[in-house]
C-alpha cells in the first residue's frame, strides 16, 4: 500500500479511544481541552448518537464495524480525505469495540496509513467515565 500523504510534513498526532453514546461525547471534550490548536479532527466508528464538535473540529463518521477488517478501507478514505482537505494537527479515533485493538494499534502503528504518532493522553483525559483511553506513544 502506498503511505498516506503526511500532514504538513509531520506526523499526525492520533488519540484512539474505546467509548460509545454519552463516553464518547466525554472523550471529545476532553481531547478538545487537551489537543493542539485548529486544525483537529475526529473520526467515530459506529456513532449512532448524537455528537457535537466544536465549528473548527471536522468529524467524520464511520458505519459500526470492526475499523481495522471490514472498516479499513473506509477508515484509509477517511484519513486520506482528512489530511488533503483539513489537514490537521491531531485526530481523534473514537471505535466502539476494544475486540481488535492489538491489530488496530499495529496498524496504525506500522506506517501503512501514514506517519501518524499514537499519543498518550494526558492525565486529565484518563478519568473519562465510561471510555477507554488506548493511546500509547509510538515514537
Partial sequence: MTPLPASNGQAL????????????????????????????AVIVEGALFAFDA???????????????????????????????????RSLLLIVASDEHLPRLR??????????LELVEPAPAGAAISGATLLSTSAK
Fill in 106 to 115: 499495529a496498524l496504525l502503528a506500522s506506517g501503512d496509513l501514514g506517519s
Fill in 13 to 40: 498526532r492520533v488519540t484512539l479511544v474505546c467509548a460509545r453514546a454519552a463516553a464518547a461525547q466525554q472523550a471529545l471534550t476532553a481531547w478538545l481541552e487537551q489537543a493542539p490548536a485548529a486544525p483537529r
Fill in 54 to 88: 466544536a465549528a473548527d473540529v471536522s468529524v467524520v463518521r464511520l458505519a459500526a464495524g470492526c475499523v481495522c477488517c471490514l472498516g479499513l478501507v473506509p477508515l484509509r478514505v477517511s484519513l486520506t480525505r482528512l489530511l488533503r482537505s483539513v489537514r490537521p
